[in-house]
């Protein structure tokens, strides 16, 4: 059984018809001193100490039957009580404390009885080379070569050929089907577009309350949602290209192209919430540098240039929403943005 | 395979003349009924005694294999309650401050499995951390197999399915983590969109595909359902089972150890001891799982919020496994998109996206590379010492150093915010650290590693300093170096030795650019070499050595 076979002799032989490449083959190599002589263990010797393993292998299997029955009596006596969080914590933590206790009784019980009492002799298995004998690989090769004269694929050509052809074009229509995961339409016209349009007014995000210019005071910061947002059926869609920031600086601090001048309106200027980089919203707004700040990758756009990048990975300025004021005050869109917003795509410019 | 049908099998050889007792009746009734049926007797010979070495680094792939069974587990109850459906309704779960909140029945269901159902909260944390531990026990399960050489012939084929088992191990958690439909999944989602879209000429496309339209749309949860409960999990369970018949057919390695050689494996049979061991592991690492769970919350949803496309917090960090492909992402320089006439080319989601990719090209070729290098055409069962393959070694903490740094610029924002430095700082310096860092790990691993074969080499030739100092007759103070017993010294001089090849022509008198390139790359592998101790030098050794005996003379 145990200490059986290897000793130096036997060791590193290779077979020489296997390429050893780099590795190196010496006959000066130290003999491989062969297994060391066995250490019984204490319950080996001792049959108190064997009485004592015992007892504890089987005290660990009686705890986990204690764990088990206790998890059932937690679920049963410490409920769920709507509205009481407390409960919930309760509930999971003497549930979880039950299971685990039965699950660690039995784990560390049958652990502790293959380390302590079953029989602790190493035991050797020989390998065999992993390629099948010569003769067996033989048969083999002799399968595939009645399988070929018996159906002739080698021969008759055109057979192999259309049933290649079939086998590759079959797969082709089980692709087509999933054209329809997506609406017919062409996604291009809608990245170009969302909701807002000359007059649509600016309100608070979530709420939809209408935004009046003079409630823009000076340093302060809006997230903003266009009017009727909430009543759509597609409304996340729609909030996921819309989604804008309003925010108001002195007007000697905007640096607006000339074609942008008539945007914005008192220093009140509205961007795109949606980074150019991967489409997360850029939420953070420093008030003192009017730099705002992506808190997914970092990209930082500076909002007195326009909002252009400044540091991270994105390239393009966050898209800008003209914006004026109507009759009554509140602050409305001139148009919709000029540009797709969101993430770059390949056909973007197109 | 003949089957005696009149003595059954499992009979033990001792009590054959006694009568049988009941139970033992019934045991052998039952495994004659079976094997009747199945011939399993001749699977119990085969595997029954099959034997397993021990090493504590050889648990690594048993915890990721238990904790899939945790997950299957858990994931089976949750999807007993769990909606994967997007359509809103308001919810009204015991939950108060989301009450009357919209959402989708996805995000409602799994607030009721975590508030309205007893035991919800706790398997779904036995889930989630049960997830987390399966990856990380896959990625250390990588690491021990790569330090230790264990992918090399004949298991080269195992570590590439291994390698699938971590992506798709990927993708569960993934797709796992965006079920639920909160604020924080849906923002990784969003990312993704980001990400596929940037895609060159199909990305805007397949965004659209994936998401039935816009995104967000209506579809990506179900979609998602499909593939983590259905297809990843059967095409994970697949290459699982070929993971395990290829480490029954090729054996399990072993480290080195007195008696044991290439040719055979030393270790406890399956029955019982293995079983034992192993079957008492798994309860242990559910019991971990379960005790985690209970104590330590994880990924709370009700925190969060249902997703909306225009909130976020700041300091929004993936699950930890996700963390270097969101980390590749903040490392790209300002202003790497251009324009190809009309079209427009993310080289800030392109280069990440490739170079991720790449990487992890370069995880599943290794084997089949340094096969290359080395051109050894020998079975190799025993686990090799990591400083016995200096090289190897250095690339492995040069590929982990890279991955960490990557890693680690997920977390940039968060490292500023604690070590009160700027984000632009923290940047740059990953920026440069992951080109820089993991040179410096090569190096210095490499020097490591042979220093440590330096150090093994002295001491199985002349023994490990004893502490005793003694003062000879001639008044000369030497320190007693104790020898190895020979037990010890094989584990220190029993290793694999390589040297470079030398560049030859071939049979036609040409050096080719293949043998050239050959040539050069075992010369990057093995010009630094520390060879084993030989016989020779041991029995030199042997004469001019102090030794206990020889000291003990000389002083009498």
Known sequence: ?350 | MTVDTTAPASAPATSADLPPSNGTRVTNWAANYIDERTSISGLVKELGRKIFPDHWSFMLGEVALYSFVVILLSGTFLTFFFQPSMAVVTYDGSYAPLKGIQMSAAMSSTLNISFDIRGGLLLRQVHHWAALLFVASIGLHMLRIYFTGAFRKPREINWVIGFVLFVLALAEGFTGYSLPDDLLSGNGLRIIDGMVKGIPVVGTWISYLLFGGNFPGEAIVGRLYSLHILLLPAILVAALGAHMVLLIVNKHTQFAGPGRTEGNVVGSPIMPVFAAKAGGFFFIIFGVVMLTASFVTINPIWVYGPYDPSPVSAGTQPDWYIGFADGALRLIPHGWEFMLGPYTVSMNILVPVVGLVVFLAVVAAYPFFEAWVTGDKREHHIADRPRNAPTRTAIGAAGVTFYAVLWTAASSDLLATHFKLTIEGVITFLQVSVFVAPVIAYLVTKRICIALQKKDREIALHGFESGRIVRLPGGEYVEVHEQLSDYERWKLVSFDDHAPVMLRPNKDGKITVPARLRARASNWFFEDRIVPVSLTEIEASHGDQLTQEQVAVESR
């Open chain 1, 1 to 350: 059984m145990a200490e059986q076979g290897a000793s130096g002799s036997d060791v590193q032989k290779y077979d020489a018809s296997v390429s050893a490449g780099t590795g190196v083959v010496t006959s000066d190599r130290i003999d491989n001193p062969g297994f060391e002589p066995f250490r019984a263990r204490v319950s080996e010797l001792d049959s108190k100490k064997e009485k004592a393993n015992e007892r504890r292998v089987a005290m660990m299997f009686g705890l986990s039957m204690v764990g088990s029955v206790a998890a059932i009596v937690a679920y049963i006596i410490f409920p769920i009580v709507p509205g009481d969080p407390g409960s919930v914590r309760t509930n999971t933590f003497l549930l979880g404390l039950g299971l685990a206790l039965g699950l660690f009784g039995i784990g560390f019980g049958a652990v502790h009885w293959a380390k302590a009492l079953m029989d602790g002799h190493d035991l050797v298995e020989f390998r065999h080379g992993t390629r099948g004998s010569d003769t067996t690989r033989a048969k083999a090769v002799e399968v595939f070569h009645l399988g070929n004269k018996e159906s002739g694929i080698g021969r008759r050509t055109i057979i192999r050929n259309t049933l290649i052809g079939a086998l590759v074009l079959f797969p082709l229509p089980g692709i087509v089907v999933f054209r329809d995961l997506a609406p017919a339409a062409d996604p291009n016209d809608q990245l170009r577009h969302t909701v807002w349009k000359k007059g649509t007014r600016l309100t608070k995000d979530p709420s939809g309350v209408p935004i009046k210019a003079s409630e823009v005071t000076l340093g302060s910061v809006f997230h903003v949602i266009p009017d009727g947002l909430n009543d759509r059926q597609d409304k996340l869609e729609q909030k996921a290209k819309a989604a804008v920031l309003l925010m108001r600086l002195r007007p000697e601090d905007l640096h607006a192209s000339k074609e942008r001048e008539g945007w914005s309106y008192k220093g009140i200027v509205a961007y795109s919430k949606i980074c150019t980089h991967v489409g997360c919203p850029v939420a953070l707004y420093e008030q003192q540098t009017h730099h705002l700040l992506c808190p997914c990758h970092q990209s930082q756009f500076d909002i007195t240039h326009e909002a252009e990048v400044i540091f991270g990975p994105a390239k393009r300025p966050l898209p800008q929403l003209p914006i004026a004021i109507d009759s009554e005050g509140y602050l409305v869109a001139q148009s919709d943005f000029h540009e797709p917003v969101g993430p770059s795509f390949w056909e973007r410019e197109h």
